[in-house]
């Protein structure tokens, strides 16, 4: 019975009927969930897989990212072989984890390579959205996570969590409410469920220092999808500005490239539907996408950036001090540690 359950007892012969005070007051957020929740085979039901609509082949990504991409699919494709043949399975205990991290600013194409990954391994691709997982009754959600991992179990599907920060960010350590204990039980049971889960995970976020470290260590890598360089956004200029698009002859794949520095593909895309739709509603020869066109529309995107708070440069790397010896040492000292310890955080991020 879930923690505010009522307890139901069969009747007496005699006994006489409850007043409406017996019963204990049950609140709607944290109470039961509404009649009629689906049990686990229906829950399961809710996530349905779908065929890929994209190929690997058509993500357009920087050499060092389609490299690592590459690599991990590779990886799976070949587990058993280096696994189990090659012997790697006896220095690399861990080696069955099956989960990719996809990372970068929104409109990279962190969605359209997972699913260039289900098409590469010949599966579907199941999607899920934090939406679809979170629920304001208590106990609910930690079964929405169950039953995505099982629908996948069933279909063979390649499991996709968009949002993935949502999920599993960092562990509450001041737990004050159910509804604190109800997030940590969520990340718990994500953690169990990708332990057990022994088909393919793709995880995209924004936002990938919110990660949990514990969820962080189960990953088999982490991909940068960052924005597009020059040559990058000529090749999704070529793809968008497609040949039956009435346009003028100036307006060219390089051109285009050439404006949209610092946006995203997604970016991108919206601004050729937006130049488009201008020129549709005019009529004759002006019927047609021009430079005008694309660079009004380039100038509203930049705007709506600035004014969201989004930087519409390239994306930012900070850089990693390594500390010295001398300041390891200092540090094993105000953590009481011996020289041969190592903080947890170092022992994180080495894993």
């Known amino acids: 019975m879930g923690f505010f359950s009522d307890r139901v007892v069969p009747p007496r012969a005699a006994a006489p009927t409850p007043t409406p005070t017996a019963r204990p007051t049950v609140l709607p957020v944290v109470g039961q969930p509404p009649k009629g929740v689906a049990e686990e085979g229906e829950r399961s039901n809710r996530y349905e897989s779908a065929p890929p609509r994209f190929r690997l082949e058509d993500v357009i990504l920087p050499g060092g990212a389609r490299s690592q991409v590459e690599s991990l699919v590779g990886k799976i494709e070949h587990h058993q072989t280096l696994y189990e043949q090659w012997g790697l399975g006896a220095i690399d205990p861990g080696g069955r984890r099956v989960a990719i991290n996809l990372f970068g600013p929104p409109g990279s194409g962190k969605t359209m390579c997972a699913e260039g990954i289900a098409a590469r391994l010949g599966r579907p691709i199941l999607t899920v959205n934090y939406a679809e997982l979170e629920s304001k009754y208590v106990g609910e959600t930690p079964k929405n996570i169950v039953a995505a991992f099982a629908a996948a179990r069933q279909s063979e599907a390649v499991l996709f969590f968009d949002e993935a920060d949502s999920i599993l960010g960092r562990r509450l350590t001041s737990v004050t409410q159910s509804a604190d204990h109800g997030v940590n039980v969520s990340r718990s ?163």
Do not use: C
């Not at 169990?192 to 514990?214: C, H």
């Open 189 to 351: 049971v994500m953690l169990l469920q990708m332990d057990r889960f022994e088909g393919v995970v793709v995880f995209a976020t924004n936002l990938a220092k919110n990660y949990d470290g514990a969820f962080v260590r189960r990953i088999l890598g982490h991909v940068e999808i960052p924005l597009p360089d020059r040559a990058g956004r000529e090749r999704l200029g070529a793809r968008f500005l497609v040949a039956s698009l009435p346009r003028a002859e100036e307006v060219t794949p390089a051109w285009l490239a050439e404006i949209t520095d610092g946006l995203s593909g997604g970016e991108m895309l919206q601004l050729v539907i937006g130049a488009a739709t201008r020129a549709v509603q005019r009529a004759g020869d002006a019927r047609r996408v021009t430079r005008d066109d694309l660079a009004a529309e380039e100038r509203a995107s930049r705007a709506a950036r600035r004014a969201v708070g989004l930087d519409a440069a390239t994306t930012v790397h900070e850089e990693v001090h390594t500390p010295t010896p001398a300041e390891l040492a200092a540090l094993r000292a105000k953590a009481g540690l011996s020289a041969g310890e190592r903080p947890i955080e170092q022992d994180e991020a080495a894993s």
